[in-house]
């Protein structure tokens, strides 16, 4: 398993403002994703961060709006840029180590005014 | 295009009686599916999974069955506890697809004491 920690927890934001999310794992991981689930809705894949190289995004998200950073293997951010309320979500960052299965942080709870 | 679909949106289970949650796919190229709980203000944790050359897994009181031929799986949870009590996200990947996970829209499940 893994033991992964997100900051911030929850944010209040106003539109046209950017936030950035960190995403910090207890162990090296190699494979490192992105997820936004909006209300009531599904979790959807936003992007693979790749450690030391540009991230790579799913269909409807694009780099300018969502850049990803990935600095060594246990570490990644994401920002969202320019929000609107339509960006109020809950982002959520996880890790596959060698097993099958994801593990995710507690999400950061993103609202935007 | 929604590949997992969870069409109950919600169950509402009686304590120490079965709770079963249903799971259906359209991608046959799908060959891994999981189930994870997602308690509120928390992250998604991992529950069970099974792989497309199985049938059924157990593990305690949570019990996966995948039929291949109808493209569905479900959960079982028995007996049901307060503590069930979330949302239940069904998830698939194909190793063809990079093993990224595709998730439904998640069941509410509401057991009462």
């Known amino acids: 398993s893994a033991v992964i920690s997100q900051k911030p927890s929850r944010d209040i934001c106003q539109r046209g403002t950017s936030l950035t999310i960190q995403c910090q794992v207890d162990s090296q991981v190699t494979m490192m994703f992105w997820y936004r689930q909006q209300p009531g809705q599904s979790l959807t894949l936003i992007a693979t961060a790749n450690q030391g190289s540009e991230a790579t995004y799913e269909s409807g998200f694009v780099i300018d709006k969502f850049p990803i950073s990935r600095p060594n293997l246990t570490f990644s951010t994401l920002t969202v840029s320019n929000m609107s309320p339509e960006d109020s979500s809950i982002y959520l960052c996880?890790?596959?180590?060698?097993?099958?299965?994801?593990?995710f942080g507690e999400g950061s709870r993103l609202t935007v005014l | 295009d929604q590949q997992v679909k969870q069409n109950s949106p919600s169950l509402s289970v009686q304590e120490g009686r079965i709770s079963i949650l249903n799971c259906d796919y359209t991608n046959s190229m799908f060959d891994y599916f999981l189930w994870y709980k997602k308690y509120p203000a928390e992250g998604p944790t991992f529950l069970i999974s099974i792989s497309s050359i199985k049938d059924k897994n157990e593990d305690g009181r949570f019990t996966v069955f995948l039929n291949k031929s109808a493209k569905h799986l479900s959960l079982h949870i028995v007996p049901s506890q307060p503590g069930d009590s979330a949302v239940y996200f069904c998830a698939a990947s194909a190793m063809g697809y990079g093993n990224k996970l595709v998730f439904g829209a998640g069941t509410i499940l509401r057991v009462k004491s």
């Open positions: 996880s890790v596959r180590p060698s097993t099958g299965e994801l593990f």
